[in-house]
């Protein structure tokens, strides 16, 4: 776990979290860079977890409340799950997996797009809206929760996406790339 009860030079540090699972807190201060390693599971407590540079995620991080990110993100095969209990936004970004298992409020789709090079999952309770914003994914749709694509696209880019999970999901602009196929 990283605990910060004071305060730390961030620049032009790297702080790597070791260890199979954990809890970040802050203590409302950003990282510099920030390493999520291959097969560990860390949660952000109750505030902003925020990268000024590069964020390196093989691992799983959980976010809380709500992330922040520098010039550069490393999605690797790794997954970012926002999972609080308020409404969260989704930053632009182009992720690996994504995750949206909240509890209490929706997670809405951030400026002007959300990428996904491998699956998005909405878990039972969740909601996750696109209003006029594009999603592109190419691997699942997993909807166990609502996704509510409002006016927006959904692009499934892979070549062999599928829609799953136990919700129904109802598409605005629905593409399909050439490449791919969905079932």
């Known amino acids: ?44 407590q109750n505030e902003n977890i925020a990268i000024t540079n590069r964020l390196v995620v093989p ?32 930053p632009q970004e182009v992720y690996y997996n994504l995750t949206v298992n ?13 990428q996904v090079g491998n699956d998005l999952t909405v878990g039972a309770s969740s909601t996750v809206t696109c209003d006029t914003r594009a999603v592109w994914v190419t691997g699942d749709l997993v909807t166990n929760g609502s996704f509510l694509a409002g006016s927006g696209s959904v692009t499934f880019c892979g070549a062999s996406s599928q829609v799953q999970g136990s919700a129904d999901t109802n598409f605005h602009n629905l593409f399909i790339q050439p490449a791919g196929t969905l079932a």
């Open 1 to 44: 776990s990283w605990v910060n009860d004071g305060t730390y030079n961030r620049e032009p540090g790297t702080v790597t979290l070791d260890g199979a699972s954990g809890t970040i807190d802050t203590n409302n201060n950003s990282f510099y860079n920030l390493v999520i390693p291959s097969g560990s599971t860390y949660t952000a």
């Open 59 to 90: 691992g799983t991080l959980k976010v809380k409340t709500a992330l922040t990110f520098g010039t550069r993100f490393n999605e690797e095969t790794g997954t970012i799950e926002f999972n609080g209990t308020s409404a969260q936004t989704i």
């Open 102 to 114: 909240t509890t209490g409020g929706n997670a809405s789709v951030g400026a002007s797009y959300v």
